[in-house]
């Protein structure tokens, strides 16, 4: 699975042109030889940015993170990079009451109907992680309450897993490939970024 996503990636990579941002070497050339039709009206930082969003949402998150860190991006993309926004539609009812039940009916006996005397089942707001729904608590201190909850995505730690791991191989080829890969310090980069998304 890895190996397809890393196939995906790849693919992204030449469709965008993102060829452009490796050194000058065999492997440049090879990519500019075997596409040469290939032609851009797009700048770099905005074929970046398309690029990062056909990737989905771990890669958004990572290009805004990236758009905060003008210690490693130039201001061009850093500038494109900030208008990257989570565009990713809301999951269903459905997915919403399974996770509420996972979340609230093992705990205590109590079922999540229990703890919310209203539920909005229409979100709020939907983004790559989570989704956010309006609702009331019953119980405790605060009933009568309204409040935001937020529903990580259905296996969106699958999903975190595996495209960290596909960013350290990239933060890994980068410290290879480039002359200052390893003063940029991708690694560290994808770490912060992995321990912020956890």
Request: with cysteine; hydrophobic share 50%.
């Amino acid at each position: 699975m890895r190996l397809f996503r890393f196939l995906k990636i790849s693919t992204v990579v030449i469709r965008y042109g993102l060829d452009e941002f490796l050194p000058e070497g065999a492997v440049r050339t090879l990519i500019g030889g075997a596409f040469f039709w290939r032609s851009f009206a797009e700048t770099r930082a905005v074929r970046l940015r398309r690029a990062l969003e056909s990737l989905g949402p771990i890669f958004v998150k990572f290009g805004q993170i990236l758009s905060t860190r003008p210690d490693l991006v130039p201001a061009d993309i850093a500038n494109e990079l900030a208008r990257l926004q989570d565009r990713v539609p809301p999951f269903g009812e459905a997915d919403v009451l399974a996770m509420l039940g996972r979340a609230y009916d093992d705990n205590k006996g109590k079922s999540w109907r229990d703890i919310f005397s209203a539920f909005n089942m229409t979100p709020i707001a939907s983004a790559s992680i989570a989704q956010v729904h309006f609702a009331t608590l019953a119980v405790g201190k605060h009933a009568g309450c309204e409040v935001a909850v937020k529903i990580l995505r259905p296996d969106i730690h699958h999903v975190i897993g595996k495209d960290i791991g596909l960013l350290y191989v990239v933060a890994d080829l980068i410290e290879v490939i480039f002359d200052d890969g390893v003063r940029l310090r991708p690694r560290e980069v994808v770490a912060e970024f992995d321990k912020s998304i956890h």
